[in-house]
């Protein structure tokens, strides 16, 4: 999976529209990076800016906008209802997917030594990426505000983590941390009654509600020994919420933030929210998610709901997000489409040479052309995907049969196999391409001189060791796969086993297709001690496969027969 953060950076600006164009202008040019949304405001006198991509390219592109805030915006003039202590205030990365929090600190630490160092700039880091707990807090880091910074760098206790402990009267100080994901959730009630759903937002944010003597609503509020407001904790974990009326769809709503989606995602929001309302004899209608989410998020609640309805989740994740927009009724004031809601796939964009991008017809004939991609090497990925595939509809079909819903989960598990299986090797049919056009660029490059010869042979190694490793890895993963083949022809849906068959042979042919491959662009490097072991290791994983198939084809024709 490809490794995606965000970057949610405040500027303080929100007046001069030229001034946060020419900002944003700086985001949009690097490459791989999308510029998700733009929030000035007026009286707070701010603009948040959210952008993601790949790590290495959102670190370089949020320096670069942190430079250009700091030689547009002057901290000495600048007026704001919102606190703020600098001309780029925070700037938070939150991990998306295929990264960790873990990792994502790290990468918070690096950006912030690299302003530090070059733009001179005191930085502390906060939330996750803080080096000592009273720091964690943007309140504390951003505590006294630009006018208290002077003192505030002149004591020990507030040493800036990086960059020097001197008052910069023209960019001020900033906070950079990573911190999880944060989605604005609303969730529509058929009541047009805000005190009802205030009463439902306080059952289950993680504040809770105060607690009074005798009546909870009139009653006088209770304080413990130190005078602080004793409270009741509502049942969800890192929400806050409140309940309001839209005058616009003339319905109350339960207005949420999710800090923590790892500790209450969406559909566990929703599902509490709808079990509350109901003990007041109020209905969900529908909800609606303010901004972009991860995909995560939404196939994390899809899958939730096909296992409440027993069924398997080991289908494309279209279907997935699906059963999760008509569920959550994210349809009911607007158009949900995921293309433009989801980020990563926001930051897809179709490539022309794309190959599972193509239609069947048009990969076809581009295969028939006369360039020499793709070859063997990816169609040979492509049959795979298809048989790991034909694995995930019979285990899907088996999960749905009537008479085995005890069972449902079990083919659930054997079809997410499946999935990941083909989601892996539609991967490889454009990685073998690009690994055979890596090795054509590798000979053309020049060789007039010692020098270039050297380094053209060196590139031409390596571009072919790579033509070796896609095309192994696609018999590893084929490999793999079979073992679902054998499931459904052994267990599965006994009206699919000829399916069950055609996959194994696919991925029979996978093996073997990219075992030719491997031997082909091994010849070059026959001599590698490393080649060699790849070689000898793909020719038992080829002969196993063949065996193993000819004994699903077996049990195959044993239960067609059985039929007849």
Not at 15 to 28: A, D, F, G, K, Q
Not at 306 to 327: C, F, M, N, Y
Not at 446 to 465: F, N, Y
Not at 505 to 523: D, E, H, P, Q
Request: hydrophobic share 40%.
């Amino acid at each position: 999976m490809k490794q995606i953060i965000e970057c949610v950076p405040n500027f303080s600006e929100g007046r001069e529209m030229e001034v946060i164009r020419l900002i944003t202008e700086v985001i949009e040019k690097v490459p791989g990076i999308k510029l998700l949304n733009v929030d000035p405001g007026f009286a707070t006198n701010r603009t948040v800016v959210t952008f993601a991509g790949e790590p290495e390219a959102v670190v370089e592109t949020a320096f670069q906008a942190i430079k250009k805030a700091s030689e547009l915006i002057d901290m000495r003039h600048h007026t704001g209802e919102h606190p703020r202590f600098g001309a780029t205030d925070v700037c938070p990365l939150v991990p998306v997917s295929g990264i960790t929090m873990e990792e994502t600190v790290v990468y918070a630490r690096a950006l912030a030594k690299r302003v530090g160092d070059e733009l001179h700039i005191p930085v502390y880091c906060y939330e996750q990426a803080a080096f000592e707990p009273k720091r964690e807090s943007l309140a504390n880091c951003r505590s006294g505000e630009y006018e208290g910074l002077p003192e505030k760098l002149g004591s020990a206790q507030w040493k800036p983590d990086f960059g020097p402990a001197e008052f910069n009267a023209h960019t001020g100080a900033i906070a950079i941390g990573a911190r999880n994901f944060l989605i604005a959730y609303n969730i529509n009630l058929n009541t047009n009654s805000v005190r009802r759903a205030n009463a439902i937002a306080f059952d289950v944010r993680e504040a809770g509600r105060v607690l009074r003597e005798g009546d909870p609503v009139t009653g006088k509020i209770v304080m413990d020994k130190n005078g602080e407001l004793v409270r009741i904790p509502g049942t969800l974990k890192k929400v806050r919420a409140i309940g309001w009326y839209i005058r616009e769809y003339r319905m109350a709503q339960i207005s949420m933030n999710l800090t923590d989606i790892e500790a209450t995602p969406i559909h566990v929001a929703f599902d509490e929210v709808c079990a509350r309302a109901g003990e007041r004899g109020i209905r969900v209608t529908g909800s609606e998610l303010i901004g972009v989410v991860p995909l995560k998020c939404m196939l994390d609640a899809g899958k939730y709901f096909l296992h409440k309805q027993k069924r398997s989740s080991g289908i494309p994740d279209e279907e997935i997000i699906e059963v999760a927009v008509h569920t959550l009724g994210l349809n009911e004031l607007s158009p949900f489409d995921p293309k433009k809601r989801i980020i990563e796939y926001l930051l897809h964009e179709v490539k022309e040479d794309s190959l599972t991008d193509l239609s069947l017809r048009k990969l076809t004939y581009e295969t028939a052309s006369d360039s020499p991609a793709p070859g063997g090497g990816s169609i040979s990925a492509a049959v795979g995907a298809l048989g790991a595939s034909l694995g995930s509809m019979v285990a899907n079909l088996s999960a749905n049969k009537r008479g085995w819903d005890d069972r449902w989960e079990e083919f659930s598990g054997w079809a997410e196999k499946g999935k990941a299986a083909y989601g892996e090797l539609l991967l490889l049919v454009d990685e073998d391409t690009r690994a055979f056009n890596g090795v054509m660029d590798a000979f053309g490059l020049p060789k007039d001189s010692a020098d270039q010869k050297e380094k053209r042979k060196a590139a031409v190694r390596e571009a072919t060791m790579k033509a070796i490793e896609v095309p192994f890895k696609v018999m590893k993963v084929a490999a793999d796969a079979l073992e679902l083949l054998e499931m459904m022809a052994e267990i599965g849906n006994p009206n699919s086993a000829s399916d069950a068959a055609v996959g194994a042979l696919c991925l029979r042919t996978a093996v073997s297709g990219a075992c030719l491959n491997v031997m082909i662009n091994a010849v070059e490097l026959k001599d590698s001690t490393d080649v060699q072991d790849i070689l000898l290791q793909a020719d038992r994983l080829e002969k196993e496969v063949i065996q193993r198939c000819e004994q699903i084809q077996k049990r195959v024709l044993q239960t067609i027969n059985s039929k007849s």
